[in-house]
């Protein structure tokens, strides 16, 4: 089951997942011999959510695994305050409809994975002069993935006597259209007025302890097998840090 917007959100200056995208993603999974059922869902519109799922869980039977993975990065001092709204409803109100929408379907061996950040654990000091950068997405996005720890661990104690896990994984920089954007280059470049992602590119290994300026999305695909697979079966309640060290060297 993969659901998507397929459409951009005005606060947020990259372009997000395209219809294209959800076909490729279909084409993929059926590549495989397996079945797939997708469709146009916002996270944020809960019955929307609910609809949707209860169509693809008809059609294929069952429902084991969660996987909520929706994000937006509006960064940038001139983003209005829409920003705020946007990432902190997409990063977690959007973990949270997509969860809720999926628990009446996951029984004993279920898991439900939150995808979260490393800038979620960082803790939020007030508005000093890098926050201003960011602006009031970046201040969304980080009070959105900041909660989802909270989250996960709670719901972790009320599920684990069903057995249904509940995990959290907390990626550093990860090699996509997010990263890849003038508003995240500015981030890291507040130097240059239009910075090129070669000029970004000097300063992102500086996150991590390894020597390495990101990490790929099958980094991130690796943990989210791992922790659907029965091989985690005991794993609940963690935040697990794909993250190349960036944690250590912020004192995490």
């Given amino acids: 089951i993969a659901f998507d917007l397929c459409a951009d959100i005005a606060s947020n200056e990259y372009p997000l997942a395209s219809p294209a995208d959800l076909e490729e993603t279909a084409r993929l999974v059926k590549e495989t011999g397996q079945q797939v059922v997708t469709a146009r869902v916002d996270v944020r519109d809960r019955a929307g959510l609910e ?11 069952g429902l084991h695994v969660v996987v909520a993975n929706a994000g937006i990065c509006p960064l940038g001092k001139h983003v209005s305050t829409a920003g705020f709204v946007d990432a902190f409803d997409v ?13 009446e379907y996951l029984g004993e061996g279920g898991s439900i994975i939150a995808i979260g950040s490393v800038a979620g654990l960082v803790p939020q000091t007030g508005f000093n002069g890098q926050q201003a950068l960011q602006g009031p997405g970046g201040d969304g996005y980080g009070l959105a993935k900041k909660l989802i720890q909270a989250y996960t661990s709670s719901l972790a104690l009320t599920l684990g006597p069903s057995s249904i896990r509940v995990n959290a994984i ?8 997010m990263l890849q954007s003038m508003p995240m280059y500015r981030t890291f470049r507040p130097d240059l007025e239009n910075p090129t992602a070669e000029d970004a590119a000097v300063t992102f290994p500086f996150m991590q302890a390894m020597p390495t300026p990101w990490v790929e999305p099958a980094d991130i695909s690796h943990a989210v097998v791992y922790l659907s697979s029965d091989e985690s079966r005991f794993v609940t ?13 912020i004192g995490l």
């Fill in 51 to 61: 609809t949707a799922l209860a169509e693809a869980v008809g059609q294929l039977g």
């Fill in 91 to 103: 990063n977690f109100l959007g973990v949270v409809n997509t969860v809720h929408a999926s628990m």
């Fill in 170 to 177: 907390h990626p550093t920089n990860v090699n996509t259209d």
């Fill in 237 to 249: 309640g963690q935040q697990l840090r794909v993250d190349a060290g960036a944690g250590m060297k």
